[in-house]
C-alpha cells in the first residue's frame, strides 16, 4: 500500500502547532474585540463570478474552483475583504457606519510556482473599518497591527506605510493608461525590470517613467522621504497624497510608535482596490511581510453601497513562524486516572470534580501494570497516576 | 551586530564583487584562500558570504537567508522572484539573443520551437507575440538545437557570438543586455538598513571610480 499523500501546499497541524496556533488566534480575537470591531465568520465557497472581475478580482489560475451540481462555479474564499464589503452592502443594511468588522479563518489560493511562501490553504486574521475616510481611520488601522502584532509576542517588528496615490500620480503625470499603469504597478512591484522595460519600449515615456520607477525602491525610511518625494513631482495628485501620507505617519508616532513605524513609497503591492494608504508588517526574523492592508473607496460601490474602507489581514502562518516555537510543549494533561479496573461512574465523576476545578484530567483504562508504565513514560514523562478510592 | 549574510557563486562574478568589496576596506581575505567551505566570514564578521549554485542565489535572497545577492541579470529575469534590485554591478555583461538560421526566417512560423535553459524568460519574451511556441529545455549546448533539427531557434545568453558562427548561426533579435546585479530581500532592505545602505553606496562609488579610470 501507498502512504496516503496530502495535495501539494497544504498542511496538517499536530498537536502542539495547533495549541500554538489557537492560542495566537485567541490573542488576535480579544485584541480585535478589545478595539470595538465584531466578529464575524463569512461562507468559505463563493462564485466565482463574485471575484472574477471588478476591482477586487483575483486572476483565474490563483483561484481554486469548483462546480456546484448546476454547473455553476465555485470558489474556496481567495480573501476576507471582497466577502466582508458583499457582507456589509447587501446583509447590514441597517447598521449605522461606521462598522467594525473582524474575522479569523481560512482563505485559498494556487500558489505560484516561484514564491517563498508556497500556501494553497492559509489562515488570514483582520480587520475592515467601513463607513470613515478620516486619516484618523487609517491611523485606528495601523495602531491595532501594530498592537497585533506586538500582543503576538514579535520583537522586532515594524510596519510600513506607503500611498497608491503617489504611484498613480506618477502614471498619470507620464500620461499613461490605466492598463498601462497598472501592469507597470504589478512589474514594479515584483521588481520585474524586463517586463517593465517590455512594456514601455514602444512608449515615448520610457527614459523619465523607467527612472522614476527606479528611484521608487529607494524612497524608504523616516519623515524626510516625504519632502525627498515632494522633489520628484509636483504633480498635484502626488503633493496631497504625501501630505495624506504625513498626517498618518505624524498621529501614529503621537501615539507613541515611532519606533515602529516607517514610509516605503516603493510599496505598490496588491489587487488593485487600494485607493488610498497601504501598509505592509515586517519582522526582522521573516523574510517576507506577514501583514498587508490600506485604504480602498472603491469596493463597496461595486456591491452597491458606496462606503470608505480600510482594513488589513495577517498571515497566521507567516506570524507563527517569525515567532520563536517555544521547546516545551503547549499541550500537557494535569492529572490522569487510572480508571481501568473502577466502574466509570467513580472515576469519571472523581474527574469531573478535578475539571471543575480547573485541571485536565485524562483516564487510563488500560489495566495491565507494564502498558502502563510503558504509557506513562511515553506520554507523560513525570507525571503521576492517580487512583480513585 | 549581526552580518549580514551575501550569497554568490563562485566564479567571475564573485572575484570582481571582492575586488570591489577590498577596495571598499573589507578583509576578504578569508574568501582568496583554496578552501572546500561554503561559508566565510569577512575579517570584521560584519558580512558572511555564502557559496551557492547561480541559479539559487534569488532564491536564497527570496527566503531571506541570505539578506543581498550578487548573481546576473540573466538568471533574475529567469527566476523571476520578488527582489529588489538595487544596483547594477557593470561587469560579467552578455546579451539575451534569440538566435537561429536567418535565411529559414524561423521567427515567422506560425508555431516556433524554442531550445533554451530559460524557460521562463522565453515564455515571458514570446507570450506578448503571435506565434504559437514550444519550448524544449535543455542545459548545455544549446546551440545544436537548429543544427540537428531540434529546434527552430536557439533563446540563449551570448557574449562574443563565436559559438553561433561557427555553426552556421546567427543572432536574430536581441532581448536585452545582461550584467551583474546586487539584489536584497525585501525586509532586510529594512531591518538592516543601517548595514545594507553603506555596502550599496561604497559598491557604487567603487563603480563609479572604475568606470572614471577607464574613461
Known amino acids: ?389 | 551586530m549581526e552580518p549580514i549574510t551575501i550569497a554568490m557563486a563562485k566564479g567571475r562574478l564573485a572575484d570582481e564583487t571582492l575586488t570591489l568589496l577590498e577596495n571598499m576596506g573589507v578583509d576578504v581575505s578569508a574568501l582568496k584562500e583554496k578552501s572546500r567551505k561554503l561559508v566565510f566570514y569577512s575579517g570584521d564578521h560584519s558580512y558572511r558570504f555564502i557559496m551557492v549554485k547561480p541559479s539559487d542565489v534569488p532564491t536564497y535572497v527570496d527566503h531571506g537567508v541570505a539578506d543581498v545577492g550578487i548573481v546576473g541579470k540573466d538568471t533574475l529575469m529567469e527566476e523571476n522572484r520578488p527582489l529588489y534590485e538595487m544596483l547594477d554591478l557593470g561587469f560579467g555583461t552578455c546579451r539575451i539573443c534569440i538566435a537561429g538560421y536567418a535565411e529559414k526566417e524561423p521567427l515567422k512560423n506560425a508555431h516556433i520551437r524554442v531550445a533554451t535553459k530559460y524557460t521562463g524568460i522565453a515564455s515571458q519574451v514570446f507570450s506578448t507575440r503571435g506565434s504559437s511556441i514550444e519550448i524544449i529545455k535543455l542545459n548545455g549546448s544549446v546551440e545544436l538545437g537548429p543544427v540537428i533539427g531540434l529546434s527552430d531557434v536557439i533563446l540563449d545568453i551570448v557574449e562574443s557570438g563565436a559559438t553561433l558562427h561557427a555553426n552556421g548561426l546567427s543572432i536574430l533579435e536581441e532581448i536585452c543586455t545582461c550584467s551583474a546585479r546586487l539584489v536584497v530581500n525585501r525586509v532586510s532592505l529594512k531591518t538592516k538598513e543601517s548595514q545594507i545602505r553603506p555596502l550599496i553606496e561604497g559598491l557604487k562609488e567603487q563603480i563609479e571610480k572604475r568606470s572614471n579610470d577607464h574613461d
Do not use: W
Not at chain 1, 485524562?362 to 511515553?378: S, W
Open chain 1, 1 to 389: 500500500m501507498t502512504t496516503p499523500q496530502l495535495p501539494k501546499n497544504v498542511q496538517d497541524l499536530l498537536m502542539d502547532d495547533c495549541a500554538r496556533k489557537i492560542a495566537l488566534e485567541g490573542t488576535l480575537r480579544n485584541q480585535f474585540l478589545s478595539f470595538g470591531y465584531r466578529e464575524v465568520s463569512p461562507a468559505g465557497l463563493e462564485y466565482y463570478d463574485t471575484y472574477a472581475s471588478g476591482i477586487g478580482a483575483h486572476a483565474q489560475e490563483d483561484m481554486i474552483k469548483t462546480l456546484d451540481h448546476t454547473g455553476r462555479i465555485l470558489v474556496l474564499r481567495p480573501d476576507f475583504t471582497t466577502a466582508i464589503a458583499r457582507i456589509a452592502a447587501t446583509k447590514l443594511l441597517s447598521e449605522v457606519p461606521p462598522l467594525r468588522i473582524c474575522y479569523i479563518g481560512s482563505a485559498y489560493a494556487d500558489p505560484k510556482d516561484k514564491s517563498a511562501k508556497k500556501q494553497a490553504e492559509f489562515t488570514q486574521a483582520g480587520i475592515e473599518l467601513l463607513g470613515c475616510d478620516d486619516p484618523k481611520s487609517d491611523a485606528e488601522a495601523v495602531l491595532l497591527a501594530l498592537e497585533a502584532m506586538k500582543n503576538a509576542g514579535l520583537s522586532n517588528y515594524m510596519i510600513e506605510i506607503g500611498q497608491v496615490d503617489f504611484f498613480k500620480g506618477l502614471m498619470e503625470e507620464a500620461g499613461l493608461d490605466s492598463e498601462t499603469a497598472e501592469k507597470v504597478r504589478s512589474f514594479v512591484e515584483e521588481k520585474n525590470m524586463l517586463a517593465i522595460d517590455l512594456l514601455l519600449s514602444g512608449s515615448g515615456e520610457k527614459e523619465a517613467v523607467s527612472s522614476r520607477i527606479r528611484e521608487l525602491p529607494m524612497l524608504f525610511g523616516g519623515r524626510d522621504v516625504l519632502e525627498k518625494a515632494a522633489k520628484l513631482t509636483d504633480y498635484p495628485k502626488c503633493l496631497s497624497a504625501l501630505r495624506n501620507l504625513g498626517t498618518i505617519y505624524d498621529m501614529v508616532c503621537s501615539c507613541g510608535y515611532a519606533e515602529h513605524i516607517s514610509i516605503d513609497l516603493g510599496m505598490v503591492h496588491s489587487i488593485g482596490y487600494y485607493t488610498g494608504m497601504i501598509f505592509q508588517g515586517i519582522s526582522a526574523s521573516l523574510g517576507q511581510p506577514l501583514l498587508s492592508g490600506g485604504r480602498y473607496d472603491e469596493l463597496l460601490s461595486q456591491f452597491g453601497r458606496p462606503m470608505s474602507a480600510v482594513g488589513f489581514a495577517m498571515n497566521l502562518e507567516c506570524l507563527l513562524e517569525a515567532l520563536d516555537a517555544p521547546k516545551e510543549s503547549g499541550v500537557s494533561v494535569d492529572v490522569l486516572i487510572l480508571a481501568g479496573k473502577q466502574e466509570l461512574s467513580r472515576t469519571f465523576s472523581a474527574a469531573q470534580s478535578l475539571r471543575a476545578a480547573g485541571k485536565t484530567v485524562e483516564l487510563v483504562f488500560e489495566t495491565d501494570e507494564e502498558k502502563i508504565q510503558n504509557l506513562l513514560t511515553a506520554r507523560h514523562p513525570g507525571l503521576v497516576l492517580r487512583e480513585v478510592e
